[in-house]
């Protein structure tokens, strides 16, 4: 439900205290009657499904709320709010101790929105110190926009989904959130997405190699007659390739027929290279 003052501007009627809001504003410009104008929606049949968007309308509630992870998980809740409240928005201030944002309407249509929050030094906590609640720029309604959206935002929305199926692309990450947050965000997000997600989830390349050599040492414990070999550039101190041979396949080789067939594959991720695998098979033809 919005409103509309001549001479003011734009409301919206999500709780009570808008509708006090618009109830004094009527007092103080003595203005007898305003039209409200009701958005509805057609209602399919069985009922539509909810939005996973829906709770973020309360994220942001009012003076006093508390964020224990800091600036970071403050803004994260402006943004995700904003994003539902059908607004945008700009930042006044934005450092690691406080944090200042205002209605992106505040200079065109003078909007009054405005939130304020600051760190509490005595246990790292931020809260919400200060906050004018009302627009008065005619905003209030769900938006598609992903102008504060980002990849890593959008990766921690994604984590579960991605957790249990992580054969997922880019395409399918966008029919996702059209489907089950209205929203429109771009393949090259989807991508940095799928990318942030799976070094959260799985863990990053590159820092995968780091732990080779304790890999191999508990290759060694578990099968005492298990190979490897690692091999390093002295130089630059960086893994050049390995070779490794758990114990029990090695056990296994000596009831497989005496040939041997060494397969290669390319690898196609962030760290090119290839990939050797020695087959046998055995008198059932089982490899």
Known sequence: MSYNIPGVGEGVLGDDD????????????????????????????????????????????????????????????LCLYAIEMGFEFQYVKNKRVKVTAVCKDRDVKDCMWRIHASIEHANGFFYIRRYVKHHTCGCGFPTSSKKRLTFDIIAELMMSELRSKP?????????????????????????????????HIFGDYTTSYSYLPSYFDELGRTNPKSAYH??????????????????ACLMGFKSCRPVLSVDGTFLKEKHRGILLVTVGKDGQNGE
């Open 18 to 77: 808008d509708v006090l809001f618009m109830l004094s504003s009527m007092r103080e410009l003595s203005i007898s009657r305003i039209d409200v104008v009701i958005k509805r929606e057609w209602v399919i049949v069985g009922g539509p499904p909810q939005l996973m968007t829906a709770s973020w309308a309360n994220l942001i509630t009012d003076v006093g709320e508390v964020f224990e992870d800091g600036a970071k998980d403050f803004r994260k809740a």
């Open 167 to 199: 054969e997922w692309v880019a395409n399918d990450v966008v029919v996702h959130a059209k489907l089950h947050f209205c929203i429109d965000i771009s393949y090259y997000v989807c991508w940095r997405t799928i990318q942030a997600s799976k070094e």
């Open 230 to 247: 690692l091999d390093i550039d002295q130089a630059t101190n960086r893994f050049r390739r390995c070779f490794f041979a758990v114990g």
